[in-house]
């Protein structure tokens, strides 16, 4: 059981098992052709996505400063994924988003209040728990 202001490791395993049901779910919406990653967190997510549903191409979008706007990468096509490790408040995608609005938003695992950003993913995890990812551990 998760305490108040509990961290809980994700494991490696779990991540693999989790893209997978992901990617389950977003092939029965559609066909997905590109991915844009969300640094750095949906890095590692994208790239398993991208080898579960045959997707060639992966975007890293470029935000240096993530007090101003990202700079556009001209995705404007059908078929792309925004992708993301956590959607948490939804600050990041609520920036991004009115860029790429024909874009479906997938991330792993989702808290209460950013929930409503992500149109899809796998796991909801409360608001006040850290999730702590294999990638952001040393080693």
Known sequence: MLTHNARLA??????QEDAKRLADQLSAIGQW???LAIPRGGLIPATLLAHHLNIQ???LLKWPDRTHRPEPIGLTEDGL???DELVDTGKTIKMIKPYYSRAHVATLYAKPIGR???DS???EFPQDVW???PWERSP
């Open 10 to 15: 994700i494991g490696w395993q779990e991540i």
């Open 33 to 35: 052709r590109r991915i």
């Open 57 to 59: 191409e992966i975007d």
């Open 81 to 83: 994924l925004i992708v």
């Open 116 to 118: 409503p950003m992500a």
């Open 121 to 123: 993913f796998v796991k």
């Open 131 to 133: 999730l702590d990812f």
